[in-house]
């Protein structure tokens, strides 16, 4: 069975950090492009941050360039998600996404972060 399980999310002040989680299980973890989604209210889900197979590439949004940090562990089938520097317009659901060309891809349920003063 196909789970992807974030976690992590919170509420935190305007520069503040978060580490959001995402483990896996029930595929090939190393063989997939991880990546973080988010959603905020009445906004279509976009794009935050990806990170090749074995973790040598990774890719940023705009918007969070210099403040978040995508990683990975093969050991733990788990990706992350470092957020510094948060501000109010980080504020949304953020998800997991598990994608190999082909293929479908996996989403997680999801995890809030609300950046509120």
């Known amino acids: 069975q196909v789970q992807l399980v974030e976690s992590g999310g919170g509420l935190v002040q305007p520069g503040g950090s978060l580490r959001l989680s995402c483990a896996a299980s029930g595929f090939t973890f190393s063989n997939r492009v991880m990546s973080w989604y988010r959603q905020a209210p009445g906004k279509e889900r976009e794009l935050v941050a990806s990170i090749s197979t074995f973790g040598g590439i990774t890719n940023y949004a705009d918007s969070v360039k210099g403040r978040f940090t995508i990683s990975r562990d093969g050991a733990q089938n788990t990706v992350y998600l470092q957020m510094n520097s948060l501000k109010f317009e980080d504020t949304a659901i953020y998800y997991c996404?598990?994608?190999?060309?082909?293929?479908?891809?996996?989403w997680g349920q999801g995890t809030q972060v609300t950046v509120s003063s």
């Open positions: 996404k598990a994608h190999r060309d082909g293929e479908a891809s996996y």
